[in-house]
């Protein structure tokens, strides 16, 4: 039986495997099942219970399930109406009204490049049909898109060098900030993005399979009992058995240039600077942007949206994120990107209370340790581990253009940012990034 890697073995911070299931606390009722979404969320309100072979609005037939989050679980199904052979992917969200937003800004970037001719529509997953389940736990929306194989945290956790191929991490930054750029000039912020909400396509040659070929070639579902804590019978809206997600993927250091196409999803926190104002990111603390913490009056907008590009294309090419912490809190990301990126704007210094606990006012760092800058974590985090694991370093040449790219990406005034179309003509990205899609 293949199995996904375990998210609860993690060798690395887990800010660089970032699946930020909500921390509410709630009683623990079940026997906990390790890889298995929090059963205690099947109740009025939360996940909706699927078996394996359910038949969905009558055409998708449930073959497995690819994964779970805070807001839903996705499974893999046949279209039994499509007229070739098809899998796809159906995500079900939680009953809560609020959790609609995704179809929304799906259907909205479908609308508005219909045609696909913008090359940033294709990284986006096509809106393939949406349609609303009643069942126990109330009316949930579901949304039908392609299936994609694994996130590239999955792919990282998969491997033990956790690296990608130089043309392979080339390719898939190139694709993102196509996405974004892409997102951008529709209006929209996607203002979730990790690599965790960045997955490789499915290869073709899944979909040729018939579900018994998959089972044979992928393992049967893997189903774990569910059993409530004293014996208590199971509630109405509480599955018997909960599906191990099936594992379609590789370890990171395998996969080719021409598996390399990516999909951005998770579009749930997505929207429209104007026509919707936002304060609250839920995106993972390491990848936001400063004015989050010290100007929490702006609201979200692009400039977000650029900074976590910035860190994720980073990490795309390394082995660490670019701003690290174990357990990070508010505090510690400003201390990594200061440590970095050198002294914050004098009122966004002024205004950080707790800036005498990490430096003094010379920007030396109080606990003693010198502070590290872009060139030592570039080489700490990309350049060494891809030496120590045989695998090609970036050149001097293209070294230069993306220090210049990212660090132009990480002003920290969001207004001092370059935007998607700047990001979109660098130099980087015609030099490298470009040329690296050719392969895909
Ligand atoms: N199209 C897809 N193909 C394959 N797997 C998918 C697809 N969409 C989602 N998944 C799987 O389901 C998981 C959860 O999906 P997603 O992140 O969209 O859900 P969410 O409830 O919005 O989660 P979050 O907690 O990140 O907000 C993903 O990490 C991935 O493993």
Known sequence: MLRRPSKLRLPFPPALSIHHLSTKSTTTLYTPLEDIEPLERYRP????????????HSRYRIVHKLGFGSYSTTWLARDEKAEATSYVALKIAVAQAECTSESRVLRLLRDEDPEGKDAGRAVVPALLDEFT????????????????????SDAREASYGRLFQLPVARAIAAQLIQA?????????????????????RLPSSVDCLTPDQLYEKYGQPELEAVQRLHGQPLGNGVPDHAVVPIWLGAASQ????????????????????????RHRSHTPLILRAPELFLEPSLPL???TDIWALACVVFSVFGQRPLFESW????????????????????????????????????????????????????????????RLCG????????????EDLLLSMLAFKPTHRLDARQVLQSKWMTRWGLPALEWT
Request: hydrophobic share 35%; proline share 8%.
């Open 45 to 56: 309100g939360g996940y909706h219970p699927v078996r394996i072979n359910d038949r969905l």
């Open 133 to 152: 389940v009643q069942g126990p736990n109330g009316s949930h929306q579901c949304i039908v898109t392609l299936p994609a194989s694994m996130s590239l």
């Open 180 to 200: 974004v750029a892409f997102l951008h000039s529709k209006g929209v912020v996607h203002s979730d993005l990790h690599e965790g909400n960045i997955l490789l």
């Open 254 to 277: 395998d996969i080719t240039p021409a598996e390399s196409a990516i999909l951005l999803t998770d579009f749930g926190e997505s929207f429209q600077p104007a026509t919707t104002t």
């Open 301 to 303: 907008s692009f400039p």
């Open 327 to 386: 357990f990070p809190s508010q505090d510690e990301v400003l201390q990594e990107q200061i440590d970095m990126l050198g002294q914050l704007p004098p009122g966004w210094w002024a205004s950080w209370k707790t800036r005498g606990n990490f430096f003094d006012e010379r920007l030396e760092r109080v606990d003693g340790e010198p502070r590290r800058p872009w060139a030592e974590r570039f080489e700490y985090s990309i350049q060494v581990p891809r």
């Open 391 to 402: 695998m090609e370093e970036v050149g001097d040449r293209e070294k230069a253009a993306l």
